[in-house]
């Protein structure tokens, strides 16, 4: 069984932070048996500047260079590192001569580690203690798509409001799991968040089917969810069946499964252009396609019937974090900026 330590420091911080370590303590008790970690508190205050030398090490895959980051020699970042390692029982980095890797234990206990880091920062805030400036590196994760079109041309914006923070962005329009990617926050665009996320609505996220003008041209526009069969239908990650509802309590759906379906894309971007460039009828978030529809590169189709369940645009991050002040001012500025007035209802 390996063990956490929680050290001692001698100062009013200190005793005031005695019953957030054990808070601390008791939160991660369980998470870390599963690992095999167990946790002991030796006297009243963390030492976590192991703790933050191995989130940095790891990050950077550089001991000495997170060792400089926080004003150490190499020869007392090294020792430091392997006292963390010792404490805990497992070789959390690998060393060789010419790199540094996370070990499995490494890559395990890495999320905790930044947990243990954010729980730390969040203690001493409430006892208002800190900076009053915002620091540390987030680690956020959205779609390429949706980020392209209305994150990344913000980024120079807050990060200039926010001198103290840096921005790891992990863009992709397949899934990235929060917690085995290490990540303060996610954009997911979904019916309802997961139950172990805490959630922030960021906008509605109305999804519409559309197709070109020359698609339509050439194979005719259906009338009526029955007349999808005759089309070909493109499908965004798999195949799949969605239901529409129209009015009066007609019902239909798309269904690739069952319709003429011979391509599959998986990137946001090339399946707004495939279906720009005429290979089928698709659906798309409104967010997507507004701009193409206002210029009439794409026309709705069947615009009288919508999705059964409409999605939304969520900011997540896990229950068992703490929503930290670096978490907190992205996501009020992301609301303010974007959720506020959604510029593709506008």
């Known amino acids: 069984m390996r063990t956490i330590a929680f050290m001692t420091c001698s100062s009013c911080v200190g005793r005031k932070l005695f019953r957030w370590s054990n808070h601390i303590a008791s939160l991660y008790t ?57 404490g805990v029982g497992a070789d959390l980095l690998k060393r060789t001569t ?90 997911r665009n979904a019916v309802l968040p997961e139950s172990n996320l805490h959630a922030r609505k960021l906008a509605e996220d109305k999804r519409i089917l559309c197709a070109s003008p020359d698609y339509l041209a050439t194979h005719g526009t259906p009338e009526s969810p029955d007349d999808l069969l005759n089309h070909q239908l493109i499908a965004f990650k798999s195949a799949s069946s969605i239901k529409l509802t129209g009015p009066n309590g007609k019902s239909g759906e798309f269904n690739t499964r069952v319709a003429g379906h011979r391509l599959t894309i998986d990137d946001g971007l090339s399946y707004k252009i495939a279906t720009r460039c005429g290979a089928g009828i698709a659906i798309h978030s409104l967010w997507s396609v507004h701009k193409e529809l206002a210029e009439g590169s794409l026309v709705q189709v069947l615009p009288e019937y919508r999705m059964d369940a409409e999605p939304a645009l969520w900011l997540v991050y896990p229950k068992s974090n703490v929503l930290t002040a670096k978490v907190r001012v992205f996501i009020d500025f992301l609301i303010e900026r974007i959720g506020s007035h959604p510029p593709w209802l506008n």
Not at 48 to 76: D, H, Y
Not at 168 to 179: F, G, N, T, W, Y
Request: charged share 20%; hydrophobic share 50%; proline share 3%.
């Open 30 to 86: 369980n998470k870390w048996a599963v690992l095999g970690f167990s946790i002991r508190i030796l006297d009243i205050k963390m030492d976590t500047e192991g703790v933050k030398l191995f989130v940095l090490a790891a990050e950077k895959l550089n001991i000495s260079a997170a060792g400089r980051e926080l004003g150490m020699p190499p020869a007392v970042a090294s020792a430091k590192l392997a006292k963390l390692e010792k």
């Open 98 to 187: 010419r790199k540094v890797a996370l070990s499995v234990e490494g890559a395990e206990f890495l999320p905790y580690a930044r947990e243990i880091l954010a729980q730390e920062n969040a203690a001493l805030a409430a006892l208002g203690y800190g900076n009053e400036t915002v620091t540390g590196s987030l680690r956020f994760t959205a779609s390429s798509t949706f980020a392209q079109q209305f994150i990344v041309s913000l980024i120079p914006e807050f990060l200039a409001l926010h001198p103290g923070i840096s921005l790891d962005l992990r863009l992709s329009d397949m899934e990235l799991d929060l917690i085995q990617g290490s990540f303060d926050l996610a954009l």
